[in-house]
């Protein structure tokens, strides 16, 4: 019984999914307050879906790329939660669960626009990544799309798609606000209980850093 959640991108995002079947499933689009609205809809969804917290045997959390901000709301809530429960708290990288949630396509590239000229990408076939997500300039991330998709059809999905919809003709576009939180659970459940508690993914730093302190003239 795994509670997902998601607050790395445009949206707050919960489901509750047992053994692979979906009990519950709620996505609401926003780009701010997250922090005071994903308790509620945890709580929310799981009482559509029929159980209680205590039920749960995993939490699945996005831990990024995504909002500096948004992607530290879900992991404290997921990794406290997890730690009153006593269960297992699995990370998911946001691109891989934004590439899940396509289905059975083959070539699948997830890409978030990450401004100042740049994106997140990470390509994948079959569910296979090809390559770790990476913070690239538009044009290493072209060069890197056609390295790799070898002639076949893509399907390019995430904020950042369009921004490499020239680079191959014929590519499906996909613009989610944020990853489908059943693909996050399903890859929760396939992977191992970790040893560890889930860490953010930064793929750069933060644009806001604190000024040096001047020295003594």
Do not use: W
Not at 132 to 156: C, F, K, Y
Not at 203 to 212: E, H, Q
């Amino acid at each position: 019984m795994i509670l997902s959640l998601d607050t790395c991108l445009g949206a707050c995002s919960v489901a509750v999914v047992d053994d692979g079947r979906v009990l519950a499933s709620r996505t609401e689009p926003m780009t701010r307050g997250h922090q005071e609205r994903i308790g509620m809809l945890a709580r929310e969804v799981a009482a559509e879906a029929g159980i209680a917290f205590t039920d749960l045997t995993r939490i699945a959390v996005t831990i990024g790329p995504g909002s500096f901000t948004g992607l530290r709301v879900g992991l404290a809530f997921a990794k406290g939660l997890a730690t009153a429960l006593s269960i297992p708290c699995i990370g998911i990288n946001t691109l891989e669960a934004l590439a899940a949630g396509v289905g059975g396509r083959d070539l699948v590239a997830a890409v978030l626009d990450a401004r100042m000229g740049q994106v997140y990408l990470q390509i994948f076939d079959g569910g296979v990544a090809l390559m770790a997500p990476d913070a690239l300039d538009l044009g290493s991330a072209a060069a890197r799309l056609a390295e790799l998709h070898g002639g076949q059809a893509v399907t390019l999905i995430g904020s950042g798609a369009p921004l490499l919809a020239d680079t191959l003709t014929g590519a499906t576009i996909l613009t989610p606000v944020s990853p489908d939180p059943v693909a996050i659970a399903r890859l929760a459940a396939a992977r191992p209980a970790p040893s560890h508690s889930p860490r953010p993914l930064y793929l750069r730093a933060p644009y806001a850093t604190l000024p040096t302190a001047a020295t003594d003239a």
